[in-house]
Nanobody, 115 residues
Framework: QVQLVESGGGLVQPGGSLRLSCAAS????????FSWYRQAPGKERELVAS????????SYADSVEGRFTISRDNAKNTVYLQMDSLKPEDTAVYYC????????WGQGTSVTVST
């Protein structure tokens, strides 16, 4: 069964940091790329960061470039999103995605940046 489980969200003050994790199972992890998306209240889901399967090349949305870092640990079948210098506008539910999931989404993990 293909599954992605996100974790690591929470409440953090502006300027703080969080590390999100995405644990994958049910498919050949190292063969696929992964992406993190987020959906803020009342807004459409948007792509935040991606990492390729073979070479681990990364790309970022302009809004998070220089503050967020996506990485992967093929030995642990886990993808991470390190989020630094968090802003209130980063508040959203964050989702992990990979092609084996097809049209399905995981439950996401909620991030709230607030004083």
């Amino acid at each position: 069964q293909v599954q992605l489980v996100e974790s690591g969200g929470g409440l953090v003050q502006p300027g703080g940091s969080l590390r999100l994790s995405c644990a994958a199972s049910g498919f050949a992890f190292s063969s696929y790329g992964f992406s993190w998306y987020r959906q803020a209240p009342g807004k459409e889901r948007e792509l935040v960061a991606s990492i390729t399967g073979a070479r681990g090349r990364t790309s970022y949305a302009d809004s998070v470039e220089g503050r967020f870092t996506i990485s992967r640990d093929n030995a642990k079948n886990t993808v991470y999103l390190q989020m630094d210098s968090l802003k209130p506008e980063d508040t959203a539910v964050y989702y992990c995605k990979s092609p084996p999931m097809g049209l399905s989404w995981g439950q996401g993990t909620s991030v709230t940046v607030s004083t």
